[in-house]
């Protein structure tokens, strides 16, 4: 058992996952900044308004998903070079109008929830209720946000 109580070999296995997750958030993060300086057109002030809110919850979660990897006894990744290789979600550059910004946010969501559920499983199975409380917390606003802006783009 490790200092929370929790087999050490499930927490290990957590942290990798929790670890990828991470790189994921980081690399999702970076492109709602672009997204968020970048953006153009008719939308502009909404969207620019709703980037900045995305961004700002997406560090956030940066820091609690670090934080949770610290408390089961690992070590975070800390370098964008690693989380360009650990991302499921790729960078996007260049990207200035409302659609092709919503709908990769929306594809990032998609990614973000399918891993996170795995990790949910994964949590519960171990008996890690903070993690699976931090990752059921993400998956509930994340798919409203879906919700949202799916009906915004449709």
């Given at each position: ?129 903070g993690t699976?409380?931090?990752l059921s ?18």
């Amino acid at each position: 058992m490790n200092r929370i109580g929790l087999d050490e070999h499930a927490a290990s296995q957590l942290v990798e996952g929790l670890d990828e997750l991470l790189a994921n958030y980081q690399i999702l993060y970076q492109n709602v900044r672009g997204y968020h300086w970048n953006i153009r057109g008719d939308k502009f002030f909404e969207l620019h308004v709703k980037f900045e809110t995305t961004y700002t919850d997406l560090l956030t979660k940066v820091d609690e998903v670090a934080e949770r990897i610290l408390t089961l006894g690992g070590t975070p990744s800390h370098s964008y070079s690693s989380y360009l290789k650990n991302s499921g979600i790729k960078e996007q550059t260049g990207v200035h109008d409302g659609i092709t910004c919503v709908t990769g946010l929306l594809d990032s969501y998609k990614t973000l929830l399918k891993m996170q559920r795995a990790l949910l499983a994964q949590a519960a199975e171990a008996n890690d209720e903070g993690t699976v409380s931090l990752l059921s917390d993400y998956i509930g606003f994340q798919e409203k946000e879906v919700w949202m802006l799916s009906a915004y783009i449709a």
